[in-house]
T-cell receptor, first 116, second 113 residues
């Protein structure tokens, strides 16, 4: 069964360092997303991406964050200068259609980011 | 309070019992979904109900939606120990571009064997 894969599964970094989280969405999907979940809290939307541009972003997704689809398969989230409060599990997701149309998002297993 | 709030926050039942989780939301929606998350894992889609639907079934799952009360419930019948997980409702708000889901706080379900 097709799945969304994420790397690394866990990354530890020093405050102020740049981090790139990588995702390989399901191959025929057109919409890509990043969500995050701080330990013990709910899942929060960061950004959606379609047709090589950002469709929507949340207030969390400030200038420190960027996304890119550098080739036909990868979808990356970059955090330019990490802060302690960026420590969270970051989930990549993909879907065939917008959430409003078919709804179902397929999530990866997540990348746990620990900022020291 | 925020879009997508579940109650109870935690629910502990015995295997074979039914589990009911509730979700409330604040804005107009296109659809409402329920997801499951095993501890430390990714989210798995369970079921979607559209705003013009009132009830939907999928296997042991039954979802209801009351748009007048802006609430939904997820019923898991004949629960199993393997159903132990966190359950989240997620809404797609009409005021957004339709590409964003807003998740609730989640209900931690424990099914004791």
């Amino acid at each position: 069964e097709p799945e969304v894969t994420q790397t690394p599964s866990h990354q530890v970094t020093q405050m102020g360092q740049e981090v790139i989280l990588r995702c390989v969405p399901i191959s025929n999907h057109l919409y890509f997303y990043w969500y995050r979940q701080i330990l013990g809290q709910k899942v929060e939307f960061l950004v959606s991406f379609y047709n090589n541009e950002i469709s929507e972003k949340s207030e969390i997704f400030d200038d420190q964050f960027s996304v890119e689809r550098p080739d036909g398969s990868n979808f990356t989230l970059k955090i330019r200068s990490t802060k302690l409060e960026d420590s969270a599990m970051y989930f990549c997701a993909s879907s065939e259609e917008r959430a409003a149309i078919t709804g179902e998002l397929f999530f990866g297993e997540g990348s746990r980011l620990t900022v020291l | 309070s925020q879009q997508g709030e579940e109650d109870p926050q935690a629910l502990s039942i015995q295997e074979g019992e039914n589990a009911t989780m509730n979700c409330s939301y604040k804005t107009s929606i296109n659809n409402l979904q329920w997801y499951r998350q095993n501890s430390g894992r990714g989210l798995v889609h369970l079921i979607l109900i559209r705003s013009n639907e009132r009830e939907k079934h999928s296997g042991r799952l039954r979802v209801t939606l009351d748009t007048s009360k802006k609430s939904s419930s997820l019923l898991i019948t004949a629960s199993r120990a393997a159903d132990t997980a966190s359950y989240f409702c997620a809404t797609d708000e009409r005021e957004t571009s339709g590409s964003r889901l807003t998740f609730g706080e989640g209900t931690q379900l424990t099914v004791n064997p």
